[in-house]
C-alpha cells in the first residue's frame, strides 16, 4: 500500500477535527473524498502532507500548543507523521491546496519551474513539456503573468506546478470550485489522465457525481470521521448516505 493513514486525530483547542480516521491509498490508485462542508477532508490532506505539522510547529503565543496529533502516516513502508513538508514532498507526496494558489506576479513557465527545485535543468525542460502536453493551454501562456489567468487556466497550472515535484501521490483539493461545467469536465479528464500515467491521486471534490465516476474507491467523511467506504455504485446503492451525508 502506498499511503497508510491509521487512526489519525487532529484537534484545534477544543474542536476535534479528525477522530480516530483510517484510509489507503494503493500504486496507481485513484481515491476521493467526499461529504459535507466542514467534514475535515481538506484537513486531513493537510495533515497527510505535513502542514498540519508545520502550523503547530510555527504557531506563536497561547496558540502554539492548542494543535494535537495523534495517529500514524506511513508513506511507500515509511513513517512520515513527524517529517517536516518539504521532505514529504522529497519523498513523492505532493499537495495541490484549494483555489488554485499559484505566484500571480509569476509567468506561467516561472511558475512551473517553482515546482522543480528538485529536478536537474534537463529534467526540468522533460517535465515541462510533459505538463504542456496535459495542458496545452499553458504552453500557449508560458510568458503570461499567471495573475492574469482564467480561474480554470490559475487550476490547470496549480496541478502542473504540482507534478513537477514528480509526485507518487497526488493530492488534490476540491480542484472544480468555482469552474463553469465545461471547464469542470474538462479538467476531470487531465486528472483521469495523470492516474492513468501511473500516479496515484488522492482527489477531494465537492462534486460527488464526478468524483464518483473517476475514483477506483470512495470514502465518505463526517465530522472528521469516515463513515463510509466503497465504489460509486456501492455508495449509491446506500440511501442513507446518499441522501444525508452525499445529497444525491
Known sequence: ??????????????????????????????????????????????TITGLVRWEKNTLRGSRAGDITLEGTVSFAGERIDNLPAHEIVRRGLVHCP???????????????????????????????????????????????????????????????????????????????????SKLKDELFKRIAEISKSGISVL????????????ANRNYVLSHGRVIAEGTGDDLLKNESIRKTYLGL
Do not use: H, W
Open 1 to 46: 500500500m502506498l499511503l497508510e493513514v491509521r487512526n489519525l486525530k487532529v484537534c484545534f483547542a477544543t474542536a476535534v477535527l479528525l477522530n480516530d480516521l483510517s484510509l489507503n491509498v494503493g500504486d496507481g490508485e485513484l481515491v476521493s473524498l467526499v461529504g459535507p462542508n466542514g467534514a475535515g477532508k481538506s484537513t486531513l490532506l493537510r
Open 98 to 180: 484549494e483555489r488554485a494558489r499559484v505566484f500571480p506576479e509569476m509567468t506561467v513557465a516561472d511558475n512551473l519551474k517553482a515546482g522543480a527545485y528538485l529536478c536537474s535543468r534537463r529534467e526540468i525542460r522533460t517535465r515541462r513539456e510533459m505538463v504542456y502536453q496535459l495542458f496545452p493551454v499553458l504552453k500557449e501562456r508560458g510568458k503570461q503573468v499567471s495573475g492574469t489567468l482564467s480561474g480554470g487556466e490559475r487550476q490547470m497550472l496549480a496541478i502542473g506546478r504540482a507534478l513537477m515535484v514528480r509526485p507518487r501521490l497526488l493530492c488534490i483539493d476540491e480542484p472544480s470550485t468555482g469552474l463553469a
Open 203 to 214: 482527489l477531494v471534490e465537492q462534486d460527488v457525481s464526478s468524483a464518483f465516476e473517476l
